[in-house]
């Protein structure tokens, strides 16, 4: 069994839709990761958070440390959050990730 | 401005040949990385430094060999004996302090790497 299993694997959206990706993890964390990565394979981080909830434009991050899991919510989806999202979680040496979830928003 | 440079975008490596993939990085960190991703598959760790003349093996080392002489370089070596290098390849770092709880890692645009 991955340490961190994501789901869904793959999602089509319309534009203006919420969506959620979801994330759940087996190990103990000191953080937790939510990265997005676009089809050229630049990654850029999105959010870091070991507790709560976080927000940034219309991405939200949220974690349950006791249910070990996270979920990635983006309000009004828009074409260009098409990308892969990626949950990883940090360990004493560096991130192990999950698989992704390929987004695509259709206008 | 700050960040990491991989090169070469594109890399071919014939049978028998090693190859040496750079990574670079302006931010002053001590911590660098690199991983492998493969299709439909979560990055993973090959090899990383916390510190300059320093590295520990990662997951999947075998067949990969790096060096650390300065902070700012982390160049990865594919040597002949990997046998499947055919991925995508991507480095990263962070910064000082709790590089792991406290720091978000940054990442290079990556390497695309195919075999003859």
């Known amino acids: 069994k991955n340490e961190v299993e994501q789901s869904p694997q793959n999602l089509t959206a319309q534009e203006g839709e919420f969506i959620t990706i979801n994330c759940s993890y087996s190990?103990?964390?000191?953080?937790l990761h939510w990265l997005q990565q676009h089809p050229g394979g630049g990654i850029v981080s999105l959010f870091m958070l070991s507790s709560g909830k976080k927000k940034h434009g219309r991405l939200i991050a949220t974690i349950n440390i006791q249910e070990k899991h996270s979920s990635l919510h983006i309000t009004a989806s828009h074409p260009r959050d098409s990308a892969v999202y990626i949950c990883a979680v940090t360990d004493r040496r560096a991130l192990t990730f999950g698989s992704g979830t390929r987004l695509q928003v259709q206008p | 401005d700050g960040g990491i440079t991989q090169s070469p975008k594109y890399l071919f490596r014939k049978e028998g040949q090693n190859v040496t993939l750079s990574c670079e990085q302006n931010l002053n960190h001590d911590a660098m990385y690199w991983y492998r991703q493969d299709p439909g598959q979560g990055l993973r760790l090959i090899y990383y430094s916390q510190i300059v003349n320093d590295f520990q093996k990662g997951d999947i080392a075998e067949g990969y060999s790096v060096s650390r002489e300065k902070k700012e370089s982390f160049p990865l070596t594919v040597t002949s004996a990997q046998k499947n290098p055919t991925a995508f390849y991507l480095c990263a770092s962070t910064g000082t302090g709790d590089p792991l709880a406290k720091n978000i890692q940054y990442f290079g645009a990556g390497t695309r790497l195919s075999v003859l």
């Open positions: 190990v103990g964390i000191s953080a």
